[in-house]
T-cell receptor
Framework: GAVVSQHPSWVICKSGTSVKIECRSL??????MFWYRQFPKQSLMLMAT?????????EQGVEKDKFLINHASLTLSTLTVTSAHPEDSSFYIC????????????FGQGTRLTVV | AQSVTQPDIHITVSEGASLELRCNYS??????LFWYVQSPGQGLQLLLK??????LVQGIKGFEAEFKRSQSSFNLRKPSVHWSDAAEYFC??????????FGTGTRLQVFP
């Protein structure tokens, strides 16, 4: 199957700093990428949907100025958590989809963010 | 409204026993349905998917799932569980949009 690489796997940062997480589709071009947040022992919560070359679409309740998403190419999307606070600590997962809607999405391995 | 319900939060089985994880969905038409598995601290791996056609779907690692329209269900089964199957399992639905709607997950514990 297709491979989606997420980097870093884990990161610790100080409150007030910004952190960038990368999501790359290694062997296919991703028309659409998705960013999820997962709290401990809970399901995945969709944060935003990004399409290459256009602005991301954020889900209700997700602060777009805090969670900046850039999808500059068909193989790379980035999530930047700006001015991070301890409550932003979470597991962030991206997925990438090739082609039309409802085709299979491939997931990255996730990024554990800890804000201290 | 579209939704996915996984009634069982936590299931414990003995190694070698059979397994069935339940998934019910709510959607006005025939949805696209998926089962994913997540090991601790990892991303999600697709086990199987149903788009159309044969309602019994075979997946990886010996898993299968059956789509039952009359019951709005898509239960995951495995005839003999291995200790390495211990993980979190998510059922997901895609209906009409690119977005996946996930159930709350079922944590599977396997005893030797």
């Amino acid at each position: 199957g297709a491979v989606v690489s997420q980097h870093p796997s884990w990161v610790i940062c100080k409150s007030g700093t910004s952190v960038k997480i990368e999501c790359r589709s290694l062997d296919f071009q991703a028309t659409t990428m998705f960013w999820y947040r997962q709290f401990p022992k809970q399901s995945l919560m969709l944060m935003a949907t990004s399409n290459e070359g256009s602005k991301a679409t954020y889900e209700q309740g997700v602060e777009k100025d805090k969670f900046l998403i850039n999808h500059a190419s068909l193989t790379l999307s980035t999530l930047t958590v700006t001015s991070a606070h301890p409550e932003d600590s979470s597991f962030y997962i991206c997925s990438a989809q090739q082609g039309a809607m409802n085709t299979e999405a491939f997931f990255g391995q996730g990024t554990r963010l800890t804000v201290v | 409204a579209q939704s996915v319900t996984q009634p069982d939060i936590h299931i414990t089985v003995s190694e070698g026993a059979s397994l069935e994880l339940r998934c019910n969905y709510s959607y006005g038409a025939t949805p696209y349905l998926f089962w994913y598995v997540q090991s601790p601290g990892q991303g999600l791996q697709l086990l199987l998917k149903y788009f159309s056609g044969d309602t019994l779907v075979q997946g990886i690692k010996g898993f299968e799932a059956e789509f039952k329209r009359s019951q709005s269900s898509f239960n995951l089964r495995k005839p003999s569980v291995h200790w390495s199957d211990a993980a979190e399992y998510f059922c997901a639905l895609a209906g009409g949009t690119d977005k996946l709607i996930f159930g709350t997950g079922t944590r599977l514990q396997v005893f030797p």
